[in-house]
């Protein structure tokens, strides 16, 4: 595994967490609108992006492809609202280690569905007994998260 890589994706991990907060602050900043903190937030992503395009050198003349893209691909930007939506939504009623834990969790399952299957022209990798127990270690995570209190006390 490429170092750069696995350092970039941990700290894509990190910020999660502080993106839920912020975007929690955002929200009772605009009267609890949940709505209204995931559209700031898209908007200022979406400015961040826009700049980061023209500063690299992006091809514009590349987004008259879109026409001719399925409608399913199009649901990235859905998929994300509905991420950024439902932390700042969870965030503050479930906690953020327990909004993340069900979130990595989730991810976790879901990714090896992908990885056996190769939905989506995903490269196809093994569903083996280690990476299965991992995805049973981060359920276990899960739990002890969620639970561990009332089983261990505190």
């Known amino acids: 595994m490429n170092s750069v890589l696995a350092l970039m994706a941990f700290a894509i991990g990190v910020v999660v967490p502080l993106q839920a907060a912020i975007n ?3 929200k009772l900043l605009l009267d609890g609108s949940t709505v209204l903190a995931a ?6 992503g979406t400015i961040s992006l826009a700049l980061l395009a023209v500063c690299s050198g992006q091809k514009f003349s590349g987004l008259g492809q879109l026409a001719r893209g399925e409608w399913w691909m199009f649901l990235g930007g859905l998929l994300g609202a509905f991420f950024v939506f439902g932390t700042t939504l969870l965030a503050p009623r ?34 083996n007994l280690p990476r299965l127990a991992g995805a049973l270690l981060v359920v276990a995570g899960v739990l002890l998260v969620n639970f561990g209190d009332k089983w261990f006390g505190r």
């Open 24 to 26: 929690n602050q955002l």
């Open 39 to 44: 559209m700031i937030s898209f908007a200022v």
């Open 94 to 127: 479930l906690g953020v280690a327990t909004m993340l834990s069900l979130i990595i969790a989730g991810q976790v399952c879901t990714s090896l569905l992908f990885d056996r299957f190769g939905w989506l022209s995903m490269p196809l990798r093994e569903l």
